[in-house]
């Protein structure tokens, strides 16, 4: 049977990959779920030997382009990032009685887990992530200006490097929250 989605081929690869938010609800609108992906991030760079090369975090998606060490795969980040995250964010979400969009988004994510077999409650994150396997210069250039200029073109920043959730500044070589592994 046919399997729906990308495949990751080789776990020790460099890969540009986009995590969505189900329906593409804007719940990186806050920083504080912003935070929570970066936690994420940083704590997978010390203890799942990922390097992070380049992302944005949008309002209702991320790119990455990352690589993992020896002993670990991709697949392992991919589950464990999306997996913590969104139990994160939804116990956020839930317990916070501030956010405004609570009642909605929750019935959101609800409705969309009813919709998969695999999920009990709550669906935060689009099964269906897009992986590329990065294989030239050339492509992962493309791919890191991609993403740089995502908050650009959706008008949130007239420099790419002014967008705080983007590693734009990393490359810039200006303030940074998180570290890269800068590809050039």
Known sequence: MFKKGYVIRDQQAIYY????????????SRQRYRDIVIESLK??????GLHLH???IMS???????????GFTISA????CKKFTA?????DIESD???????????????????????????LWDHDSHF????SPAVIQQKIDYIHQNPVRAGLTYRAEDYMYSSASNYAEIDQIIDIDCLY
């Open 17 to 28: 990959m986009t995590f969505t938010v189900v329906g593409w609800i804007d719940v990186f």
């Open 60 to 70: 209702n998606h991320m790119h990455l382009i990352v690589s993992v060490d020896d």
């Open 54 to 56: 380049a992302y944005v």
């Open 87 to 91: 139990k994160r964010i939804l116990e």
């Open 43 to 48: 704590y997978c760079q010390e203890h799942k």
């Open 77 to 80: 980040f991919v589950r464990d």
């Open 132 to 135: 590329i396997e990065l294989f």
């Open 97 to 123: 009685n501030t956010e405004s969009r609570k009642e909605w988004m929750l019935h959101q994510f609800k409705y969309y887990a009813s919709r998969h077999s695999r999920n009990e409650h709550y669906q």
